[in-house]
C-alpha cells in the first residue's frame, strides 16, 4: 500500500474548551473532542512553562486512555498558564477575581505560555512545546474594567483578557511568533507536529 493511500490516523482534541475547538476547526480536517479530566493543579516550586507542557502532556495521554489503547490517533493536548510578577495567574471563576486580575495586570506585561502536546497512540511519541506570548496591557480605568467584564464574561480564560473578543481593547501590544497561540492553541506549532508524524494536513483540508 503506498503512503498516499494509508488512511491517516483518527485526530483527538483532548479539550473541553470551546476556543480550542474552534481554532482546530480552521485547519479543516476532522477531529473528534474527548475531555481529558484530570487535576490542573500546579506542583509545588513548579516553574510557568513546566506546569502548562506537563499539563498539556497529560492531557493529550489521558484522552488516549479514554478512547482505548489499540486506536490509532494523533492526540492534541494544550495547556495555557499566565504568568505575572513570577506567579501563575489562573482563570479567574468569578467577577471578583477577573476584576483583581485586571487591576493589578493594568499598564503591565504579562506572559502567557502555550504548551502544545501530540501524542501518537501508535507509536508513544510524544512531540512537546511552549510558545510564549508576551501581552502589554493598557492603562484602563476600573469602569473600563467593569464594563468589559459584564459584555465579555471572561471567567473561563486564564488573566481574564479574551484577545479574542472585545479584550483585545485592554491591550496595547501583543509580541508573538505565533498568532493563535494567545487564544489557546498555537496552530503553527500544531500543523509542523502533525506534518513531522506524518499527517496529511493539506491534504485533509
Not at 490516523?9 to 470551546?18: D, F, G, Q, T
Request: some cysteine; aromatic content about 4%; glycine content about 8%.
Amino acid at each position: 500500500m503506498s503512503e498516499a493511500s494509508k488512511t491517516p490516523p483518527r485526530l483527538i482534541l483532548a479539550s473541553s474548551s470551546p476556543y480550542r475547538r474552534a481554532l482546530l476547526e480552521r485547519l479543516r480536517m476532522p477531529f473528534d473532542v474527548v475531555s481529558p479530566d484530570i487535576d490542573e493543579t500546579p506542583l509545588a516550586g513548579e516553574t510557568p512553562e513546566a506546569t502548562a507542557v506537563r499539563l498539556s502532556i497529560a492531557k493529550a495521554r489521558a484522552a488516549a486512555g479514554r478512547i482505548g489503547g489499540h486506536a490509532d490517533a494523533l492526540v492534541i493536548g494544550s495547556d495555557q498558564v499566565a504568568t505575572f510578577d513570577g506567579k501563575q495567574i489562573g482563570k479567574p471563576g468569578t467577577h471578583e477575581k477577573a476584576v483583581a486580575q485586571l487591576q493589578a495586570m493594568r499598564g503591565r506585561s504579562v506572559e502567557f505560555h502555550s504548551a502544545l502536546c501530540l501524542f501518537d497512540s501508535r507509536t508513544g511519541d510524544v512531540q512537546s512545546a511552549d510558545i510564549v506570548t508576551r501581552v502589554q496591557f493598557r492603562r484602563y480605568s476600573d469602569a473600563q474594567i467593569e464594563t468589559y467584564l459584564r459584555t465579555e464574561t471572561p471567567y473561563d480564560c486564564a488573566g481574564s483578557a479574551k484577545a479574542e473578543g472585545l479584550g483585545i481593547a485592554l491591550l496595547e501590544a501583543i509580541d508573538s511568533n505565533d498568532p493563535t497561540a494567545l487564544i489557546g492553541l498555537p496552530l503553527i506549532a500544531l500543523t509542523g507536529m502533525l506534518l513531522n508524524a506524518g499527517y496529511p494536513v493539506l491534504g485533509a483540508a
